[in-house]
Nanobody, 120 residues
């Protein structure tokens, strides 16, 4: 009922910047918590950033001070601004949203992910 599509991944050099976008569509009444996960090769998936309806954010220690999560509710979109990128940031980044559908059901939605590669 709710679909998420990420965009903005790609190759960037260490120290560079990149911004990811995730647009939600479908039978949406309201988007509650949104955010981003990532999974590097051989590593478990970790929560990178989360943002509440009111705009409060929470970040993994490894990205704090370098990444910024924001949302534009008019566009049903969540963003992840990444700066000072490091090779260890290389991963598949996936967005998520906890949504209320137009039939008033609560559900979690996940994007398929976008690859970010930090390399010289």
């Amino acid at each position: 009922q709710v679909q998420l599509v990420e965009s903005g991944g790609g190759l960037v050099q260490p120290g560079g910047s990149l911004t990811l976008s995730c647009a939600a569509s479908g039978s949406i009444f309201r988007l509650n918590a949104m955010g981003w996960y990532r999974q590097a090769p051989g590593q478990q998936r970790e929560l990178v950033a989360a943002i509440t309806t009111g705009g409060s954010t929470n970040y993994a220690d490894s990205v704090k001070g370098r990444f910024t999560c924001s949302r534009d509710d008019a566009k049903n979109t969540v963003y992840l601004q990444m700066t000072s990128l490091r090779p260890e940031d290389t991963a598949v980044y996936s967005c998520y949203a906890r949504a209320i559908t137009q039939t008033y059901n609560a559900m979690d939605a996940w994007g398929k992910g976008t690859l970010v590669t930090v390399s010289s």
